[in-house]
């Protein structure tokens, strides 16, 4: 079954740090793009990290340059965001997802995502 | 880069139709849009991408032939018809935009909730 089940949220004080992993099972992981999306509470979806299929390129959202760091694990087919510096703005669900194949830039699996609340 | 605008809510009876509205900022008609349905609980699902003149691509797998797509200057639009309980969801318009080479990012607008009456 092609899918994509994402771990790690919870909660964590303002400063912290939190790892979310994203496995994926039925597809090859580092054949596509992968992207991390989150939805604040109340709020719309928003980009947050994409890497390459080939791992070469790695991009973030404004609103995370510095602080959050994307990678991924070929042999476990997994996915991660390590979120450092965390604030009370990063409070959302987090999702990966997959960009569809040829460079068509939407995305075309989903995980059920992880809720990360950052609170004191 | 673009602004999407959605509505935040719409609603209609049980087998009636109803068009979700998604309007791009200006200076942005040529722009194609992604539409993604969420179900309560759910990660967001793929449902077609338009442009100007329509549908580009495929639809999302699963979904049915009673969603169709339209655009129209800086609107883009997702019309249901014969209205299902399950297709009681968010409904989330997506762009991708390039700012050089090898690099994309993502804009979405704030999302409409559409209510199955």
């Known amino acids: 079954q092609v899918q994509l089940v994402e771990s790690g949220g919870g909660l964590v004080k303002p400063g912290g740090s939190l790892r979310l992993s994203c496995a994926a099972s039925?597809?090859?992981?580092?054949?596509?793009?992968m992207t991390w999306i989150r939805q604040a509470p109340g709020k719309g979806l928003a980009w947050v990290s994409y890497?390459?299929?080939?791992?070469?390129?790695?991009h973030y959202a404004d609103s995370t340059k510095g602080r959050f760091t994307i990678s991924r694990d070929s042999a476990e087919n997994s996915l991660f965001l390590q979120m450092d510096s965390l604030r009370a703005e990063d409070t959302a669900v987090y999702y990966c997802?997959?960009?569809?194949?040829?460079?068509?830039?939407?995305?075309?699996?989903w995980g059920r995502g992880t809720l990360v609340v950052v609170s004191s | 880069q673009p602004v999407l605008t959605q509505p935040p809510s719409a609603s209609a009876s049980l087998g009636a139709s109803v068009t979700l509205t998604c309007t791009l900022s200006s200076g942005y008609t040529n722009y194609k849009v992604d539409w993604y349905q969420q179900r309560p609980g759910k990660g967001p699902r793929f449902v077609m991408r338009?442009?100007?003149?329509?549908?580009?691509?495929s639809k999302g797998d699963g979904i049915p032939d009673r969603f169709s797509v339209l655009g129209s200057g800086l609107n883009r639009y997702l019309t249901i018809k014969n209205i299902q309980e399950e297709d009681e969801s968010d409904y989330h318009c997506?762009?991708?935009?390039?700012?050089?080479?090898?690099?994309?990012?993502?804009?979405f607008g704030g999302g409409t909730k559409l209510t199955v009456l």
């Open positions: 039925g597809f090859t992981l580092s054949d596509s793009y």
């Open positions: 997802a997959r960009a569809a194949p040829g460079g068509n830039w939407y995305f075309d699996l």
């Open positions: 997506g762009a991708d935009h390039g700012s050089g080479s090898n690099f994309v990012s993502w804009v």
């Open positions: 890497i390459s299929s080939s791992g070469t390129t790695i």
């Open positions: 338009v442009g100007p003149g329509g549908i580009v691509g």
